[in-house]
């Protein structure tokens, strides 16, 4: 029987590899990845296009189970989960910044960050308190009754970010948070997600950029699906 990871570690990865099938050929995207990301720790991963960035970040995020191997989060097993199990895991404890804000063009500010809220069995008053905090905590306030289209890109990015910690997660995974933006408005959001940090929250970004992974505690590179 294998021993349950350390409370300290948030993620915990053991031997994990993801192959894909196609056309009968087998394409081993992932191959016996250990990982550990403890409390507060923030972690870069980079490496070339196709190495395997993607698909490790979506089965930390739970996108993805067709994975063999061991994922712990906060010590539970997550390979040992079922789908409902893993969801629920996942909407608790995980925040999502991706490249293209994935917010939704007929809500407002306010409700794309409340739909994050659904999720949590609070109440509307907890809610409303919620997010009237992270909308002054981000410099929103102004902004709440606005939608996508009226924003710009740093504008539309920090309301992606003020969702993903709305509802505070212990665990942010960031996918190229500012590879859509222009380097002012990248190296704000990169400040904000290291005030974030220091703050207790342990994050995973992915991402190109040497002077974003640099804001990261440890740097790690990964190529052809291994991590060096």
């Known amino acids: 029987m294998n021993e349950t990871p350390p ?11 993801r192959t894909y099938v196609s056309r009968s050929r087998q394409n081993e995207v992932l191959q016996a990845v250990d990982l550990t990301l403890e409390a507060g720790e923030f972690i870069s991963i980079m490496g070339p296009s196709g190495s395997g960035k ?9 996108l993805d189970d067709e994975f063999s191997g061991e994922y712990y989060l906060l ?6 989960l079922k789908s409902r199990q893993r969801q629920q895991l996942a909407r608790e404890n995980i925040g999502f910044v991706f ?4 917010l939704l063009d007929d809500m407002t500010v306010s409700e794309n960050i409340e739909l994050i809220l659904t999720y949590r069995n609070w109440s509307a008053r907890q809610r409303k308190q919620a997010i009237g905090d992270i909308l002054e905590r981000f ?4 902004k709440q009754s606005d939608y996508p289209n ?3 890109g740093g504008q539309q990015q920090l309301v992606a970010v003020a969702r ?11 996918d190229e948070p500012t590879g859509a933006l222009h380097s002012d408005q990248g190296k704000m959001i990169m400040q904000l997600l290291s005030e ?11 991402t190109h950029n040497p002077d974003n992974a640099d804001y990261a505690d440890r740097i790690i590179e990964i190529f052809d699906g291994q991590i060096r």
Do not use: C, E, F, K
């Not at 570690?9 to 994990?16: F, H, T």
């Not at 410099?139 to 102004?142: C, F, I, K, P, Q």
């Not at 974030?196 to 992915?206: M, R």
């Open 150 to 152: 009226q924003l710009s």
């Open 196 to 206: 974030l940090n220091a703050q207790g929250t342990s994050i995973i970004q992915v």
């Open 164 to 174: 993903a910690v709305a509802a505070r997660p212990r665990l942010i995974l960031a």
């Open 54 to 62: 993607s698909t490790l970040l979506n089965i930390l995020g739970m």
């Open 99 to 102: 490249q293209h804000y994935h």
């Open 75 to 80: 010590g539970q097993a997550v390979h040992q």
């Open 139 to 142: 410099g929103l306030t102004d």
């Open 7 to 17: 409370d300290t570690d948030v993620v915990r990865l053991r031997g994990v590899s």
